[in-house]
């Protein structure tokens, strides 16, 4: 009976924590996917305001990060530090994910300052719930093997509900405005449950959680212990690169189908869900590896079928619409074939950083889970943030009209294509270099729960 106890226990702890990520992974799947379409070719915004509102997300998003970290860090109830701004933030981020979506009435720059104020309320929801929540791995279990099962539970949730959005988003994106609206508000609903749902199913587990220490240092001290703690800033490199790399692909992906390999709506639209689910098994995939191997050699292994995906990316022609039935077939093979891998490979971006990040917060003699998780996701925000205006500088440069739907210039094609292959299997290169000198750890500890 204790056995079949314990089994529930731990299944109720994986199944809650999953759903946790499962709003925001929608959130961010489907805004990564088509807010830069929505806004050039629905909203009516150029490239370059499009990038500059990207941007303008991912800075405050950034900034806000640091507040609520040092504020869920102080937050004192008895259902902890944490699930007070899971449940108190998961209406107030499907409502604004939902008024995204709508296009107001009024001149491009009366649009551009509307979705300014939205993306400043959507992100701080966004921060108030994702935030948090993200620090709870090291809080809940002191045991890198339940902290890996803990992320692939969480990425597992956020990459199912991406799938879900994208399926929303491949039905309703065809009917233009219309169907944005709807796939906001059904998006929203979506998110606002989750967030709920995980709340209370983590209600048990918050009673006996790690909690941070209750005379935290200054902002300032923990400022600079943080900056002093080698492993944080090695996993802090790993986590920059990677995530620009992937979302990098994931705001140009949807041009590179359309523009550079001419597939047709129906096609480019279901690419992005090919992504999920191998994400998905990748998730799977190096989980086990990591229990056998070590995170290491499983961040290694995936890198270098993501690499192999960017080769494939690079060389891929453009879809022989003039030629046989078995040619195109042929294309249609190798174009899965790379999607595939990219998402195998990307997983690890998902799973590894997030599963190291309590081993660095574990070097803290305070503990402060929230303050390390915010300025982890601070300077990541804020490069992917500079990333993406300048893609939409450099997109506008190299002759991208979003006027011209998929007839663009030559420059504008050879910019994507590099985009999304030779500029992320750089960062992916330094990504290898930056975890040269992590530490082996010379055993696991035992899997507990608190």
């Not at 944080?232 to 620009?244: C, S």
């Not at 192999?308 to 040619?327: E, H, K, N, R, S």
């Not at 799973?351 to 503990?367: E, G, K, Q, T």
Request: charged share 10%; glycine share 12%.
């Amino acid at each position: 009976m204790g056995g079949t106890l314990a089994v529930g226990r731990q299944l109720r702890l994986y199944l809650a924590y999953g759903l946790g990520d499962a709003g925001t992974g929608l959130a961010a799947t489907v805004l990564g996917f088509y807010l830069f379409p929505f806004f050039t070719e629905v909203a009516g915004l150029s490239a370059g305001f499009a990038g500059a509102m990207l941007m303008v997300i991912k800075v405050w998003d950034a900034l806000s990060d640091p507040l609520i970290g040092w504020l869920s860090d102080r937050t004192r109830t008895a259902w902890g530090a944490r699930l007070p701004w899971i449940a108190g933030a998961a209406v107030p981020l499907g409502f604004c994910f939902a008024a995204t979506w709508w296009v107001p009435p009024g001149a491009p720059g009366q649009r551009l300052a509307y979705y300014s104020v939205m993306a400043v309320l959507l992100m701080t929801a966004y921060t108030a719930m994702n935030l948090p929540y993200a620090a709870l791995p090291s809080e809940l279990s002191s045991s890198a093997s339940v902290r890996t099962h803990l992320n692939a539970a969480r990425f597992t949730g956020s990459l199912m509900a991406g799938f879900l959005g994208l399926v929303l988003a491949f039905s309703l994106v065809p009917q233009g405005a219309v169907g944005y609206e709807r796939l906001g508000i059904l998006g929203g609903v979506l998110i606002a449950g989750s967030g709920l749902v995980c709340a209370v199913g983590l209600s048990p587990f918050a009673h006996s959680a790690l909690r941070p220490a209750s005379h935290l240092d200054t902002i300032w001290v923990q400022l600079r212990r943080t900056v002093a703690n080698g492993r944080f800033r090695m996993v802090l490199g790993l986590y920059l690169l990677l995530w620009y790399a992937l979302q990098l692909m994931q705001t140009v992906s949807l041009l590179f189908l359309r523009v550079v390999l001419h597939l047709g709506d129906d096609w480019a639209l279901a690419m992005p869900m090919v992504f999920q689910v191998s994400a998905m098994m990748g998730l799977w995939l190096w989980r086990q590896v990591a229990q056998r191997r070590g995170r290491i050699p499983a961040l290694r292994w995936g890198l270098t079928l993501w690499g192999v995906a960017l080769v494939l990316a690079l060389v891929l022609p453009p879809f022989p619409a003039q030629m046989g039935a078995v040619w195109q077939g042929l294309f249609l093979t190798l174009l899965v074939l790379t999607i595939v891998l990219l998402g195998l490979g990307g997983a690890t971006a998902f799973l590894i950083p997030w599963s190291l990040l309590p081993d660095a917060i574990d070097a803290d003699p305070d503990h402060p889970a929230g303050f390390y998780t915010a300025w982890m996701v601070l300077v990541q925000k804020l490069g992917i943030g500079l990333g993406i205006f300048v893609l939409g500088i450099v997109l506008e440069l190299s002759g991208y009209l979003a006027s011209q739907g998929t007839d663009q210039p030559a420059g504008a094609v050879v910019m994507i294509r590099l985009c999304i292959s030779v500029v992320p299997g750089t960062l992916l290169i330094l990504g290898l270099i930056v975890m040269r000198h992590w530490p082996r750890r010379s055993m696991q500890q035992i899997s507990t729960f608190r």
